[in-house]
């Protein structure tokens, strides 16, 4: 059974930084690609990019190239989310999702991880 | 970026009846690398349908996906009392994946 287990909630003061975990459970972590989405309060889907395990190659959506770095740790099956020069705005749930097959379909995802964005 | 749009934006129907929801891409998404999602609050999303049509693993056959080009439908044909929640449509065609604004379906 596939499962993608985040770290725990974040509280992080404006212009810092953020990293957040994903663990992966039940299948090959190389075998798919590992997208993060996040979700601002009460608002919809925001995708942010994608790393590709086996490579290490990422592709990060055009708004969060410069201030977002995804990377991952093979020998644990654990990816990571870190977010710089944090802003009130980047107050949200963060997602891991796993990719489907050769096709980046998000077919399994994590519980989510809040991060909030306060003075 | 390929912008899409759903409606209705909320929907109220009963328990039994049937959901037809649209999303509507600015361009053509190619080879239907579209994807519904179901998200219920405080939970994350579970992908429904992919390749516009295929149902993911373990979804239920009341749960149809259909369309090609910038037209795409998603229908249940029954609605249960577990159905009702938030739906996205995404587009994984070209980057950004962008997801449309999502259709709320709440009980009438």
């Known amino acids: 059974q596939v499962q993608l287990v985040q770290s725990g909630a974040e509280v992080k003061k404006p212009g810092t930084s953020v990293k957040v975990s994903c663990r992966a459970f039940?299948?090959?972590?190389?075998?798919?690609?590992l997208h993060w989405v996040r979700q601002a309060p009460g608002r919809g889907l925001e995708w942010m990019g994608w790393i590709n395990p086996y490579s290490g190659g990422t592709h990060y959506a055009e708004k969060f190239q410069g201030w977002v770095t995804m990377t991952t740790d093979t020998s644990s099956s654990t990816a990571y989310m870190e977010l710089s020069r944090l802003k009130s705005d980047d107050t949200a749930v963060y997602f891991c999702?796993?990719?489907?097959?050769?096709?980046?379909?998000?077919?399994?995802w994590g519980q989510g991880t809040l991060v909030t964005v306060s003075s | 970026e390929i912008v899409l749009t759903q409606s209705p934006g909320t929907l109220s129907l009963s328990p039994g009846e049937r959901a037809t929801l649209s999303c509507r891409a600015s361009q053509s998404v190619s080879s239907s690398y579209l994807a519904w999602y179901q998200q219920k609050l405080g939970q994350a999303p579970r992908l429904l349908i992919y390749?516009?049509?295929s149902r993911a693993t373990g979804i239920p056959d009341r749960f149809s996906g259909s369309g090609s080009g910038t037209d795409f439908t998603l229908t249940i044909s029954r609605l249960e009392p577990e159905d009702f929640a938030v739906y996205y449509c995404q587009q994984y065609d070209i980057s950004p994946f962008t997801f449309g604004p999502g259709t709320k379906v709440d009980i009438k």
């Open positions: 039940g299948y090959t972590f190389t075998g798919n690609y």
């Open positions: 390749g516009a049509s």
């Open positions: 999702a796993r990719g489907g097959h050769y096709a980046e379909y998000l077919q399994d």
